[in-house]
């Protein structure tokens, strides 16, 4: 393959710009799945209503970037979506179900008149955010972990996804959403209502660094290649600083929760893990897009259908983010029980 032809370049670009898109969708829909996970372990009525207003203004805005990594995939990595989709469509459903159980709930639950219809209501957010942080987490497992490819077509099971490892990552990626909720809200909440969320960040920090460290020693044995990426010079180079930046974003995080530093640093130290967890992962199973056996150059469209893609993607992506950071300046700022209602 001639590496310095588009056939080269524009799949790296288009791998680039699909791992931004489910990053920032990891960081922007990641703290209020969280934030519904926490819902119902706050009794006070008058929090669960500060807890909404937070996110309020901004969460279905959030899931744009969910639909943008999909097209990305479907446009670009054709190949790609034909393998994932068949050995995912469970989880996927299942997710897609819970997103909208959760969504309906979300609105519904200030518009109930009596108490019964609305702890229903509350139920129902917090399990569909529950629901959707696992299967996202087992969507993930199961990409890493290896999907099965006979004749470049998916050849497992419907249910290769219940494994050990998928059901770990689901329950990591739960964990890591739930304490981005609890930080969320230590920024931008006061009183009664953070000091609980303190405490549920210091427990969550905890159980996120254990499991970390649990998907970091067990993912190199997943397959020889990622055990070579890990061990190997000079890629070695690159997952090294990892372990370090992790332990130094846990110290911060413990001063942060101890009232140290600013209340938004929290928020930024589970950020760090997110990000360092996916940089991992993306160091991990480079250059393949369906590990262990398609990369992906081999998933890709031809290059005048990326060329098309990309030309469209130079307006559309700037707009989005434009409209993104504009909805969340305007939103700043804590949120109390006298702050005007969205809904």
Known sequence: MDLTGAAYWLPIVWAVLAATAIFIYVVLDGFDLGLGMLFLAEPDKKHRNIMVQTIAPVWDGNETWMIFGGAALYGVFPNAYATILPALYLPVLIMLFALIIRGVAFEFR???HTQQAQNLWDIGFCGGSLVASLMQGIILGTLVSGIRIEDNKFAGSSFDWLAPFPIFCGLAVACGYALLGATWLIWRTA?????????????????????????????????????????TWPRILYVAPVPVAVIALAILMLQALR?????????????????LSFSGLGINIWPYIVPPSMTIWQASSPPAS????LAGTVFLLPLILAYTAYAYHVFRGTVNEHSESYH
């Open 110 to 112: 200030s518009r109930m």
């Open 191 to 231: 009183s009664d209502l953070q000091t609980t969320m303190r405490k549920w960040a210091g427990i969550l920090s905890v159980a996120m660094l254990v499991m970390i460290a649990a998907v970091s020693a067990w993912t190199p044995a997943l397959h020889v290649t990622y055990m070579q990426h890990w061990t």
């Open 259 to 275: 009232g140290k530093t600013s209340r938004r640093i929290p928020f930024f130290c589970a950020l760090g893990w997110f990000f």
């Open 306 to 309: 990326q060329k098309f893609l």
